[in-house]
């Protein structure tokens, strides 16, 4: 029987449950010391004197590093034109080395200590004096001045058809909206951690990280020591979400106080931490503008969106990628601009640019659709394509918006809805519902994989690969086992370790497709020697084959282990990562259903049902699968209706940095949420498989704000959605 597409338990999960399963913080080396940084008070500006004194007096404490005093490190990429070690390096700062601030919570000391209580109570003894630099900080002043996003074949700079502008006033129905998102921050269940380990010029680092390989490839280039000096270990990661993927302070200093202590050193940040040296989720400003005939077909598109960065780097968003390929529009426009602030850097985070950028879109084809007085839907599937709209001609590998959206009206009952806004009410709730699309391309990265069939009837997979929560190991299993067509028993992987063959990110979505790719054809390869070995030992099962051949084990291999080779499969990365490279535009897709109840005195909104209907192509675990689109489902609420990082305008300070102030979905505020797929296998992808980690999360904000129009009459144009802007 095959196991692809059973809701198998994750294999992880007993070890998990049980606490057996250790997380970075929790690996210990005899002499192990704790680390804690201290941060700058100012956005911008110099170090003119740093009190260590009361700091180095703290019984228990080692070392307290700064730039004064902390072993030397080799610069980091400088930020610019786009290249892959920017992308991974966080930041441009090198920490430790200079008495120069770049942003409000920049770490400018490294206490080292025997405990972490000695650790914190000296960090705060630490007092800086600075002189201070003129600084920008506030985004919707700074938004004003936006330039356009640097163009390169990685992040466009957007796209065009036709002469949108002009379509747009001659347009027989138009809009031209404006739409705003604030700031978010990363808050996964584990926080970034590290433990750092030297034996000569040989590193071991214990990390939280979704992006194995490119840290050990960033900490040989900042340390200056051979790749192969240095091994980076991740097997359980407790969340991620796009903020564990490039290389923050903690990562570097852990192993540059390890350097300086010859001790090994643990470094986990606070909350606080978090949000001062860990980059988010870019705010934006964005125009929708829609022109549309009667009949409610458009012929014009604009979406324009401002995102920030910081001086020392960040990375640009997408936010108008869902633009180009959702509608057919005669004529449409897609622009990035951005302000670069003295800020942190921005990072990726779950569905960077498609998140928001969907929030905005499908808002304003809700609000042409009122303006037209037509169903959402029908509006719709009116501007339907089978080809990318911007091009005219690329075709889609895989698109079934007009069947999920049939079958979700049908689950959610659409067809029962009052088309009036503020016309369902069950005593004091106004009651709306509300739809959006969902969108996130799929893509694919070359990865290293090692497949070994022993005669026992065992399988080992070896790939260093993440897990993070999403059951990666389990659906690798559950591919081996039937590529090979063995029990799911007898297959184990081996993943989070770069000592193994290289594995792609985490991140994307992209990770369990890519390394599919790869299993399957180190299958395949492994069953040609198996075929080979039978014709001179007389055939039967997989162990009666190997046992006559007296040999313990076969084997099969993708990808090279050297330098060379892994230089090469980066060159291979890019056309297999660029949806305007491919061939066919790849991407999964869904259609989210909301109904909202809306407190008409107060103004409290609940989502109280959700309905989500996703092509997410085939589907290796039907349990794991559910879990993630609704977890991105969640965090979409967050996003619509309490998420917002507060940036002191003056300063550049976060005002709410934990969780008692940013305030994310609790399980009161998490509906019923009925979440299916159509498992129909894309015939262009590894296969068929689309990715269901981020197409979750889209749509979300939209479909709610949506629902919350519907209940009462109120357009909110500027998330979260909070009671005040609906009173």
């Known amino acids: 029987m095959t196991t692809i597409g059973q809701p198998l338990d994750r294999v992880d999960g007993g070890v998990k449950t049980t606490g057996a399963a250790k997380f970075a913080a929790e690996h210990f080396y005899p002499g192990l010391t704790h680390a804690v940084m201290v941060h700058a008070t100012i956005s911008r500006g110099r170090i003119t004197a740093l009190h260590t004194d009361e700091a180095s007096a ?35 700062v090198n920490y430790l080395q200079t008495d120069e601030v770049h942003w409000e919570g920049q770490p400018i000391a490294v206490v080292v200590a025997e405990t972490s209580a000695a650790a914190r109570e000296a960090a705060g003894l630490v007092h800086a004096e600075y002189t201070v630099t003129k600084a920008v900080v506030d985004f919707d002043v700074a938004a004003k001045d936006a330039r356009p996003q640097p163009n390169n074949s990685f992040f466009p700079q957007g796209a065009k058809r036709g002469d949108a502008e002009a379509a747009l006033k001659a347009a027989a129905v138009s809009l031209d909206l ?13 926080l970034h951690a590290t433990v750092a380990l030297w034996d000569g010029d040989r590193l ?12 050990r490839t960033h900490l040989a280039l900042r340390f200056g020591v051979p790749m192969t000096n240095v091994r980076v270990l991740a097997p359980f990661v407790g969340g991620a979400f796009g903020g564990k993927f490039a290389m923050w302070p903690g990562t570097i200093l852990a192993a540059l106080a390890a350097r300086a202590t010859s001790r090994p050193v643990r470094l986990v940040l606070s909350r606080e931490a978090v949000y001062r040296t860990v980059g988010g989720r870019t705010p934006s400003v964005q ?11 458009l012929t014009s598109l604009v ?16 936010v108008t990628g869902p633009a180009q390929h959702l509608y057919a529009a005669e004529n449409i426009l897609a622009r990035h601009d951005r302000v670069e ?43 339907e394509t089978a080809v990318d709209p911007i091009d005219g001609k690329k075709k889609f590998s895989h698109r079934r918006l007009r069947e999920m959206y049939a079958l979700g009206a049908q689950r959610f009952g659409w067809q029962e809805r009052n088309p009036e806004a503020r016309a369902t ?31 026992g009837g065992s399988v080992l997979v070896r790939c260093g690969f993440h897990e993070m929560g999403m059951g990666a190991a389990t659906a690798q299993a559950q591919i081996t086992a039937d590529a090979l067509g063995v029990p799911f028993d007898a297959v184990h992987v081996e993943y989070g370790d770069s000592a193994l063959p290289m594995g792609p990110a985490a991140a994307s979505s992209l990770q369990t497709a890519s390394i599919a790719a790869s299993v399957i054809q180190a299958c395949d390869e492994l069953k040609r020697k198996l075929k080979a070995m039978a014709r001179k030992t007389g055939g039967g099962s997989h162990e009666e084959i190997l046992r006559r051949a007296k040999v313990p084990h076969v084997e099969a291999a993708v990808g090279s282990e050297t330098r060379l080779g892994r230089i090469a499969g980066r060159a291979r990365f890019l056309p297999g990562f660029l949806l305007g490279a491919q061939r066919w535009v790849k991407a999964a897709s869904g259609v989210q259903f909301c109904e909202v109840r809306v407190d008409a005195e107060t103004g409290e909104t609940r989502v109280s049902r959700w309905v989500g209907v996703f092509d997410i192509g085939r589907v290796i675990n039907a349990k794991t699968a559910s879990s993630q689109l609704r977890g991105g489902i969640v965090m979409g609420l967050g996003m619509a209706m309490a998420e917002e990082t507060l940036v002191d ?3 550049g300070r976060i005002m709410n940095p934990s969780l008692a102030e940013y305030h994310v979905p609790v399980h009161a505020d998490v509906p019923p949420i009925d979440v299916s797929f159509l498992n129909e296998p894309d015939p262009n992808m590894p296969l068929g498989i689309l990715g269901a980690g981020e197409v979750g999360i889209t749509g979300v904000a939209a479909a709610v704000a949506n629902a919350v129009h519907h209940a009462t009459g109120k357009r909110v144009r500027d998330l979260p959605i909070t009671l005040d802007k609906l009173l």
């Open 425 to 455: 009410r069950d005593g004091r709730w106004l009651v709306g519902t509300g739809v959006a699309t969902a969108f996130h391309p799929a893509l694919t990265m070359p990865v290293n994989v090692a497949v070994r069939l022993s005669a």
């Open 341 to 383: 602030l003295d800020l942190l850097s921005t990072t990726f985070m779950r569905a960077p640019g498609e998140a928001i950028g969907t929030f905005a879109l499908e808002s304003a084809i809700d609000e042409l659709a009122y303006a037209l007085g037509m169903d959402p839907i029908e509006l719709r599937m009116r501007n």
């Open 649 to 651: 305008p003056r300063t």
């Open 303 to 318: 979406h324009t969106s401002v995102t920030r960065n910081g001086r020392i780097g960040g990375n640009y968003e997408q």
């Open 204 to 215: 071991t680092i214990h990390d939280a990280t979704q992006s194995i390989d490119w840290f």
């Open 287 to 297: 125009r929708v503008a829609l022109g549309a005939d009667r009949d409610g077909r």
């Open 178 to 190: 404006r739409y705003s998102t604030p700031p978010h921050n990363h808050n996964a269940l584990e």
């Open 58 to 92: 703290v019984p228990g404490v080692i070392a307290v590093l700064t730039h004064r005093n902390a072993p030397p490190l080799k610069p980091a990429p400088k930020p610019g034109t786009f290249n892959f070690s920017m992308l991974f390096s966080g930041t441009s």
